[in-house]
């Protein structure tokens, strides 16, 4: 259980808090925001005011018995707050009120302060740190500490890791009265610009968005080879895009897909790790692209249509390469298509309700983006005409248009408890590393260490961003994980003389990749959870199938043309000759195209994709004629019985899945029923 279920009068209060904080968002982004400090320390308000009587300090003390007086005083129970998740709460929205009345003064008059403002600060950053650890978990708040003791201890650190001294009324000071702490940037795009794309998705879920993309999901992919999971795949990028959360996608989603794969032959290890992989690539799917995207156009100084613009041609391959992987595995595996009665027909698709909701209200973000309007009125202008087709579409009886506002009432109350106020309180932790960052110059330590080992070299250095952003990405959130990466790993690729918004991008593929790389890759662990079996092998198929997004972003940096920096016929070249790479690679990592490939295929297949991924006319003609030789070989050359090098596995025997011991009846009515179910599920908001 991750929530209370409150009733009564707390359940009042937070339906209260969630009105004034959907009404706070909305309006900001349609008329303008406040200062930062001011939009801040509202919005932190508004959130701390809902974690804690939310959120119980122990989840496994509320699933126990316990007494009476331990229920009321620390714990709580799974219905009401205890008295000290109301004393938290109190302790953490009072600092913040304060600086919302008198931010002013803080701002024009620096360094006017009394001694009781310190003691606010500890106490904000306390209630922060506790406030992130009920609604994400540890990793947040034990890479804060570590941060924070590097900063008051590090000046005793010998040698070239040391660094000035920073008493810790100087830490408190930066933290709670200046733009450089809590009211930064992290903290004011949140407020102001991602709030309104947090709501958005529950809302699109709850106008029915989800139900259409399921449904379309089953027509594209149900007809290809590997069916059940090409639905996952492209089910999981599309809802995904609206999302932007790895986790709660795969936790979304993947309560229909994964056991739909199962039912139809695949083995939980292969089914878990499908799901995982797609839904990774749900955060670099424009338009939306998670939180991560809007922060790093405030980061690099440009337009959010801009970066969506260089994100297109590599998220496509990404996907692409993925569904490539599900075709090869199904290949080697002996699975084929859905069966047919599995498959919506045409006229299923032809709901005009549910394509205006769609088509309407992502159309004019996109449009509104591309024209560069503010992206926080975009995202406010597609939620009010989502809300509009939704209630006013077909009849107009009360009876009718009734339910459809409880559920748009519904899908904000999810979205503002759930995942709203879960980023609120962690980016304003995760604030707080990044200052330390820049403050210590540990960014510029950790750049000049890499630089050291990779002597110089451009390739070796990327490899060491590569590591060090997986391993600060572990246990986190993609958002989290790639403001701390960007934080501690940008001088480096300044060094480099690398291009802003293409190490940027690179630095957020591989914080996407931390969910899905061993030791603790969240994702995996949350889809073995629903598919059983081995995680370790679910993480194993999860990065075969995602090969993409650790081969991509290399590119970024050597072959500008995949973010669209180029001529339209070159993007297009580059796009083509991506797609059909990725294919090749996959097709080389899981060994089947129309059946098992040897080694040299498997050989020639991979080097020639990745010849063509670089797209100079001499890598492509290569990488063509490799691909080539690989082709002529699978498909027209006898099989070879000199061992290892030209022997191929044995064919799997290929399951009739129109014949498979499975009641269709019953799949069919709980595929049908999973897109409406969908926006009922409170991990659809992450």
Known sequence: MNKRNLTGFWMGYTVVITVITVVFVIGTCLLGAFHPALQGSLMVAMGLSIVFINFPMSKRHLAEEQSKSCALLVYGTKNYPSVLDILLTVMGVVPCL?????????????????????????????VLLEATRRTIGIMVPILVGVFTA???????????????????YELFYVFYLTTEGVWGVLTDMVSRLVAIFILLGPVLFATGLGSFFIKLSRFIGGRIRGGAAQIAVIASSFLGMITGATVANVATTGTFTIPTMKKFGYKPEIAGGTEAAASCSGQILPPIMGAGAFIMAELVGISYASVVKAAIIPSICFVFGIAAGVYCLAGRNGLGKLPTRLIPKAEELSNLKEILGTVVPIGLLVYLLITYVQPEKCGAIAMISAIAIFLFYGSWKPSVIWPRVKGILKAFYSGVNGSLVMLVVMMSCVQVVVTIINATGFGIMISQFIMEIAGGIKIYALFGVMIVAIVLGMGMSTTAAYVVAAAALMPIMKSLDLPLLATHLFIFYFAIAAAITPPVCVAVFTARAISGGSWLRVAVYAMGLSLGGYIVPYFFIFQPAILMEGTVMESLRVLIGCMVAMFFIEAATFGHIKRPTTVLERFLFFGGGLLLMSSSLMTDFIGFVLVGIGLLSHFFLPVSPIPLICKRAEQAPLVEMDKLDVDQEEVKHFLDESGRNIAESEDAVG
């Open 150 to 168: 590097y900063m008051l201890l590090g000046h005793h650190i010998p040698g070239e890791w040391g660094h000035a001294h920073y008493p810790v």
């Open 98 to 126: 304060i600086i919302s009345l008198f931010w002013e003064t803080f701002v024009l008059m620096p360094f006017s302060f009394e001694t009781y403002h310190l003691y606010l600060g500890g106490i904000l950053f306390f």
